[in-house]
Each structure stands twice: as C-alpha cells, then as structure tokens.
C-alpha cells in the first residue's frame, strides 16, 4: 500500500521560510519521480517543483530561486526547502510520486504566509 505524508507546514511571515517533508512508504523510492503541487483556495491545483529519480529538477517560474526540491533516498523522504515566503505562495501543499505508470497523492500539509 502506498502512502505519502506530508509534513512542515504552517503559519509564517512574509519573508519567512518552511521546510516541508514527504515520508513515503509503499513504493520503491528511489526510482520515483517525486512532485510537489499546490492549491490555493478558488484556484487550480499546480506543479510547484519536481525531482526525477536521476536528480533533474524543474521548478515553477513563481518559486525560481526561492524554493529548492531535494530528496533522500535512505531515509524515502523528499523535501521542500521554501525562502522568502511570500503571501501568494499560501495554499495546500500536495505531495506526489510517480511509480510503475501510476501517480499517488499525500493529503497535503496547509502553508499561510501572512503578517
């Protein structure tokens, strides 16, 4: 059975910074693609940063700069290292991973950036 669960998220200020954690278990992490997306309220769902199996990132142009996806293997946990928080970037931060043709879903940790 695969899970994904999402951790690190919060209530911080404009400027601030989080780090968010994806525990998975069910898969073979280490030959996964693993996603992380978002979701305001009244918005769609977006990919925020990706990272394949062979370490090849891709970010969306709204976090460039600021947000750095990373993974560790040993420990079948990927994470978001998100800086210079702004209020915009509030919104439901999902994790995903791709494995044998399938995607699956964590239920999503809520980040708010506000004053």
């Known amino acids: 059975q695969v899970q994904l669960v999402e951790s690190g998220g919060g209530l911080v200020q404009p400027g601030g910074s989080l780090r968010l954690s994806c525990a998975a278990s069910g898969i073979i992490f280490s030959t996964s693609v693993m996603r992380w997306y978002r979701q305001a309220p009244g918005s769609e769902r977006e990919l925020v940063a990706a990272?394949?199996?062979?370490?090849?990132?891709n970010y969306a142009e709204s976090v460039k700069g600021r947000f750095t996806i990373s993974r560790d293997n040993a420990k079948n946990t990927m994470y978001l290292q998100m800086n210079s928080l702004k209020p915009e970037d509030t919104a439901v931060y999902y994790c995903q991973a791709f494995y044998r043709w399938d995607n699956y879903w964590g239920r999503g940790t809520q980040v708010t950036v506000s004053s």
């Open positions: 990272l394949t199996s062979g370490g090849i990132t």
